[in-house]
């Protein structure tokens, strides 16, 4: 069977309908399905939706529990004084090119930056973030020793304190370690029709959080 790389999209409408979306798309293959009632093409179109849309989430969490393992497997082997296998190196490259992209992409500031942002009424903000990250109200990912916090997860209204809605999203996701979560909310979401949630963190926080929602679901049965 075929590797689904991303979540299909699922049309519904009448012949003319669908037949417009798919000239406007990029699609090769096409798989249609009739129905003989609009309930029925509606109850259809939901399961697939979420069926795709699940599938999809499972294989990105199989792919970083596997990630996971590697670097377990790199740590034992640099033990042992061993070669890693070439495929777990190149895996171990890709990894770390992808934790070099979120850092470079202007999302995570050390505390001494943040502090510089936050209000006068958050005292001493470098020991307010670790406190935040101590109660899960917000994460931080370590880089040679210094912790990076997300500016996603603050809210520039309330003087840089984490949002609300972050403690529920990060108690949601506990399964993914820190660099997992920024992983997370850095990629394309199907659920959130391929945005990102750190896209979506200051306009629809709801949004986000059933987007992790989505996500457990997707872990727990993974």
């Not at 249609?32 to 029925?40: G, L, P, W």
């Not at 934790?99 to 001493?124: C, G, H, M, P």
Request: proline content about 4%; hydrophobic content about 35%; charged content about 25%.
């Amino acid at each position: 069977m075929p590797t689904i790389e991303e979540t299909p999209t699922v049309l519904f409408g009448n012949r003319d309908q669908v037949i417009e979306e798919i000239e406007r798309g990029h699609a090769q293959c096409v798989v249609a399905v009739q129905v003989s009632s609009a309930e029925e093409g509606s109850n259809l179109q939901q399961y697939l939706t979420e069926a795709l849309a699940f599938l999809a989430q499972s294989r990105q969490d199989k792919l970083e529990r596997t990630r996971e393992r590697w670097f377990r497997a790199y740590l034992e082997n640099m033990a042992d004084n061993t070669a890693l296998p070439e495929n777990l190196q190149i895996e171990a490259q890709m990894t770390a090119r992808a934790q070099a992209r979120i850092l470079k992409s202007k999302q995570f500031y050390r505390a001494s930056d943040i502090s510089k942002l936050t209000s006068e009424s958050v005292k001493n903000p470098s020991g307010a973030l670790n406190r935040w990250k101590q109660n899960h109200q917000i994460f931080a990912i370590e880089r040679k020793g210094t912790d990076y916090y997300p500016i996603y997860a603050l809210s520039q209204e309330d003087g840089y304190r984490p949002y609300p809605e972050m403690k529920e999203i990060l108690k949601t996701l506990e399964a993914k370690t820190s660099w997992g979560l920024a992983f997370w909310f850095d990629s394309p979401n199907s659920y959130l029709r391929r945005r990102s949630p750190k896209d979506l963190m200051r306009s629809d926080r709801q949004l986000v959080l059933a987007a992790a929602k989505n996500e457990a679901t997707g872990i727990l049965h993974g």
